[in-house]
């Protein structure tokens, strides 16, 4: 509850619709009256925007950002046998897309300070097996990435970005995912840039890539009913790509508030004895998510709930520690992924989340530590 009395949702859409829901509606109304459903000119017209502001050559819409990842395996003949060095604290799907390709996830920690993968500990986990390395730009800031491509270079690996939660993130200046061979990107509802449905984008600087996706995202059809490749059913569908571009052109805008948001909670937060994830590789965080990392977390979160603040935790149990991922491998001992995980708190974070709520929301958090 806020001043108001009205309950702090961890994120709103209404407020979203209201603002553009206008031209929302006229973008699923084209599409409608163009009788042109699947990969048409809203699809192709979107991969070049979005590969624009990604600054990279091509990009191929795909039905989601698990799609993503997994075609992006593909396209590097990822399959059974080979192994893929990524992180444990991330979103399921990072290593199911390994998993559905027949090769093994295998499980690097962290950085303490970034949450992000120790690029120190990457050579330990290399192998004959190992066919890529695949970064998380976790909450939306950038893995350090000239250390990882530096790696990629020495053992011959490819570098596949899962920048699901990096849309607008910048590495030294380069947007995330223009650094890796592929980057795969997320348009799930709630991410920085989301559809209405479902939603998946890969980027590339490779045209022999490039080719290959294009395939792959289509049932590996090069002319009509005749297949190159064993292909995949794949594509992001013209109506969320009409509803995408509406929102590309806000998307810096929207980063903006973002970061103001984060600003007020880091300036509100500082006396409170809390680890915020700092990143020391100069990269520009693009907020998908403002975590904190606290002492009695559990505590803090009901307390927050009790008070009318939605929060969520990302995430609670790192995928080495569950069931669906026994058959991982893990790379020395995962301590600082296993530790975070019991302290990790994501407050509200979203373009229209009032200054009064953040305040609110500081306050609830100074009022529980006084
Ligand atoms: C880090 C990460 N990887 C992959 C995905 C999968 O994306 P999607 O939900 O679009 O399949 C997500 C989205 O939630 C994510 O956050």
Same mark, same amino acid.
């Given at each position: 509850m806020n001043k108001q009395n009205i309950p702090i949702k961890f994120f709103d859409f209404s407020p979203e619709i209201s603002e553009i829901g206008d031209q929302i509606h006229d973008a699923i109304k084209r599409v409608i009256s163009s009788g042109r459903y699947i990969l048409g000119s809203e699809v192709s017209a979107f991969e070049k925007e979005f590969a624009q502001i990604c600054s990279c050559k091509d990009a191929i819409g795909v039905a989601s950002g698990t799609d993503?990842?997994?075609l992006a395996l593909k396209a590097f003949d990822v399959g059974p046998g080979d192994e893929v060095i990524t992180v444990a604290n991330t979103f399921a799907a990072t290593a199911l897309a390994i998993m559905y390709t027949g090769a093994t996830p295998v499980f690097v920690d962290i950085e303490p300070h970034s949450y992000l993968i120790n690029t120190l500990l990457i050579k330990e986990a290399i192998t004959p097996k190992t066919k890529a390395i695949l970064p998380v730009h976790l909450y939306g800031a950038c893995a350090d990435m000239d250390k990882i491509m530096e790696i990629a270079t020495d053992h011959d690996l490819y570098v596949l970005e899962d920048a699901c939660q990096a849309h607008g993130a910048l590495y030294k200046n380069r947007p995330a995912g223009a650094i890796g061979h592929l980057a795969a990107f997320s348009f799930y509802p709630t991410k920085n840039l989301g559809a209405y449905g479902d939603g998946g984008?890969?980027?590339t600087n490779d045209t022999d890539l490039y080719n290959k996706l294009v395939l792959l995202r289509n049932y590996g059809q090069k002319d009509r009913y005749s297949y190159n490749i064993p292909g %995949?059913?794949?594509?992001l569908d013209e109506i969320q790509a009409a509803i995408?571009?509406?929102?590309?052109?806000y998307l810096s805008a929207w980063l903006e508030k973002r970061q103001r948001i984060s600003d007020l909670y880091d300036i509100g937060l500082t006396d409170i004895n809390l680890v915020k994830?700092?990143?020391d590789n100069a990269s520009t965080h693009a907020y998908h998510l403002y975590v904190i990392s606290v002492e009695k977390r559990d505590e803090l979160q009901a307390h927050l709930e009790d008070n009318g603040v939605e929060t969520l935790i990302h995430y609670p149990v790192p995928l080495h520690k569950q069931k669906a991922f026994k058959k991982t491998k893990i790379?020395?001992?995962?301590k600082q992924t296993e530790l975070r995980s019991n302290q990790i708190l994501s407050l509200p974070i979203y373009p229209w989340l009032k200054d009064e709520d953040v305040y %609110?929301?500081?306050?609830?958090v100074k009022d529980f530590y006084s």
């Open positions: 993503a990842l997994f984008m890969i980027t %995949y059913n794949s594509r995408l571009r509406v929102k590309l052109k994830t700092s990143i790379c020395g001992q995962l %609110y929301i500081i306050d609830c």
